[in-house]
């Protein structure tokens, strides 16, 4: 099946930095990419959809300034967490969707947020 | 929307015994259902997937059971095998639209 890649897959910062995660669709070209956000023991929370060369539709009460979402090409897509505090310590999911309007979706491996 | 809640339930059944697992959604408009698995730490893993014109499929050692009227969906896994442990979550779909994901359900499995 398709591959997505999400690197990196832990980090740790410091409150008030900014960390980049990336998503890259590996073996197909991805006209779509989802975020998400989950916490520990919870359930996966849609966080935006970027579509290639647009500006990406957040979810009501995601702060489109904190995530910063490109997809500049159709295979890779990036969630920047600006000025990060404790209480964006989450894991962040990526998927990709191949062909607009098709319901199949690959997921990434997550990123494991931690901020100090 | 879908509903997501809070608290994952746990299902615990011994290794060998069946499992349903349960999920109920919201949103009359989805037309496409996905059951997942995800293990600590990874991302959602694709287990079966059903479309709101069928109300019953079947994979290995895996059936998905879709009732419209009261919105509700059912994994059942046959056998149940140590390696099933993890947190399964259905996720639906309108076309062509954003996949949301319902609860979740943590299953253990009891050798």
């Known amino acids: 099946g398709a591959v997505v890649s999400q690197h990196p897959s832990r980090v740790i910062c410091k409150s008030g930095t900014s960390v980049k995660i990336e998503c890259r669709s590996l073996?197909?070209?991805?006209?779509?990419m989802f975020w998400y956000r989950q916490f520990p023991k919870q359930s996966l929370m849609l966080m935006a959809t970027s579509n290639e060369g647009s500006k990406a539709t957040y979810e009501q009460g995601v702060e489109k300034d904190k995530f910063l979402i490109n997809h500049a090409s159709l295979t890779l897509s990036t969630l920047t967490v600006t000025s990060a505090h404790p209480e964006d310590s989450s894991f962040y999911i990526c998927?990709?969707?191949?062909?607009?309007?098709?319901?199949?979706?690959?997921f990434g491996s997550g990123t494991q947020l931690s901020v100090l | 929307g879908e509903s997501v809640g809070l608290h994952l339930p746990t299902l615990s059944v011994q290794e060998g015994d069946n499992s349903i697992i349960n999920c109920a959604y919201s949103?009359?408009?989805?037309?496409?259902f996905i059951w997942y698995k995800q293990e600590s730490g990874k991302g959602p893993q694709f287990i079966i997937d059903i479309r709101s014109n069928m109300d019953k499929r079947q994979g290995q050692r895996v059936t998905v059971l879709l009732n419209k009227t009261v919105k509700h969906l059912s994994l059942q896994i046959a056998a149940t095998q140590p390696g099933d442990s993890a947190v399964y979550f259905c996720?639906?779909?309108?076309?062509?639209?954003?996949?949301?994901f319902g609860a979740g359900t943590i299953l253990r499995v009891k050798s």
């Open positions: 949103n009359s408009a989805s037309d496409y």
């Open positions: 998927s990709a969707r191949a062909i607009q309007g098709n319901e199949k979706l690959f």
């Open positions: 073996d197909f070209q991805a006209t779509t």
């Open positions: 996720a639906g779909m309108e076309y062509g639209n954003k996949l949301v």
